[in-house]
């Protein structure tokens, strides 16, 4: 069995992410008509695309689109599309095909250059469905067939992405890749998703609740009190953080706390800052230099710890153990709890929810495949700053979500953008242990990378909390963490 191997670096040395991507927001019809100028504007705003994928056939949303944003957005509908047409967007191939006989045309753009044959094109198409039959339990690719031979003549390699599909729809019909475009986006309720594809095949999703859109982003805000505060005249977010909580509490149906947690989130989102309540508690807060870890395994019921990620505060030394060999599940764990035995010297280990995956993870892993460390691991001082933030009401972050991501962007933080997610890194490495080759190999230093950027937005984060101050009231002095 192959050893877990170690890495480190200093400073703000990372790997930077060197395949291209580009990020296709997939927006309903229906949604771009009815959704109001504000979500729209809201949603764009959030996931920044290189371009809309627009799902269903109105002919009226691409205009309407280009009204909302008032901004040059490409704008893709397969729907209605006519002939093929072939385009790169942030520097990734992107075809849409009207119909298969377009798709036969591929060949002909590979011969003549205009498609690189070694590179991922990603088809946009509305032509790929499921069906289900019922009384034979089985599932069919609804023009599949239609589409294959359409294909015969192209060698290139393609990956199809169906507005017929819904979002984080994944799998591969013999030969064809197949990824889900939005299909499900009819329903008012599913969550709004970004698809990054990235050059060499691998496609992510990111998704957005569409009721964290407008003022609905706010904490308390649900559709009632959105509507109520719109009949009032707070109609945006920065309307809100203008007035105070005594200005709030006079909104129909708004009582006094409600109105300061309001305020404060809406505070927060408009600064992009911390907000920490007076009666804020800094008891649990590490008092020394952390060692910010963030793991990465094969789902989250996982049979693996792969790749175990440190930043060491007190050092500015990032690292990483990472383990190829999925037959090892001890060698990761055990690399890590061997160098932090050695020099963590029982410092604090933090990790963005921690307490409900990484830390539990950690825990049984090491209680199955390393219990010589199960010991130092149990001596550990532990610290979860989502679960101090937020479940223990000692600071509104300003994300749209709470998720780290979220967080770390609104905080300021320039990530590198590897174009992959937490779910796309998993799904890779389970692939990887189904069937080790060439072509399921990972690109190991993309998801090094990913999991590097992920600890020091992290350690980012951390920062910024144990640097923010209180409110202050009548009967408190402002302080902030580092005061004590």
Known sequence: ??????????????????????????????????????????????????????????????????????????????????????????????????????????????????????????????LLSLETSLTALETRLVGRDAYERALADAPGSYTHVSTGLPSGYAHEWGGLRVRGGGGDLDDPGTPLPCLTLRADGVVSTRTLDPGKLGLRALSGVGRSRARRLRDAGYRTRAAVADATSDDLEAVDGIGASTAESIAR??????????????????????????????????????????????????????????????????????????????????????????????????????????????????????????????????????????ALADVAGALGWDGDDTGLSGATVARQYRRWMAARSDETELDWAAHRAYCEDDVRALAFVYERLRAADRETTDDTVQRSLTDW
């Open 1 to 126: 069995m192959a050893p877990a191997s170690s890495t480190a670096a200093s400073g703000d040395a990372r790997e930077p992410g060197s395949v291209a991507s580009c990020d296709l927001l997939a927006l309903d019809s229906g949604f771009v008509l009815d959704g109001g100028r504000e979500r729209v504007r809201d949603a764009v705003a959030y996931f920044e695309p290189d371009a809309v994928l627009l799902v269903g056939d109105d002919p009226r949303a691409p205009s309407v689109l280009a009204q909302q944003l008032d901004a040059d957005l490409p704008t893709l509908q397969p729907a209605r599309a006519t002939g093929l047409t072939v385009r790169e967007v942030g520097g990734v191939q992107v075809a849409v095909a009207g119909d298969a006989d377009a798709l036969a045309g591929l060949a002909a753009r590979e011969s003549e250059g205009e498609l690189d044959a070694a590179t991922e094109t990603y088809v946009l198409t509305d």
């Open 265 to 402: 989130s809406a505070e927060a989102f408009a600064e992009g800052r911390v907000v920490r309540p007076a009666d804020s508690d800094d008891a649990a807060f590490p008092s020394r230099e952390p060692i910010h870890v963030d793991i990465e395994t094969d789902g989250l019921d996982p049979s693996i710890v792969w790749l175990i990620g440190v930043y060491d505060a007190a050092s500015d030394e990032y690292r990483d153990f990472v383990q190829r060999d999925p037959e090892d599940p001890a060698g990761a764990l055990t690399a890590f709890m061997a160098w932090y035995v050695a020099e963590g010297d029982g410092r604090p280990l933090v990790a963005y929810n921690g307490r409900r995956f990484d830390f539990d993870v950690l825990r049984e892993h090491l209680r199955a495949h390393a219990p010589e460390f199960l010991a130092d691991w149990e001596a550990a001082y532990t610290f979860d700053p989502y679960a101090w933030a937020v479940r223990e009401g000692n600071a509104v972050l300003p994300g749209r979500t709470n």
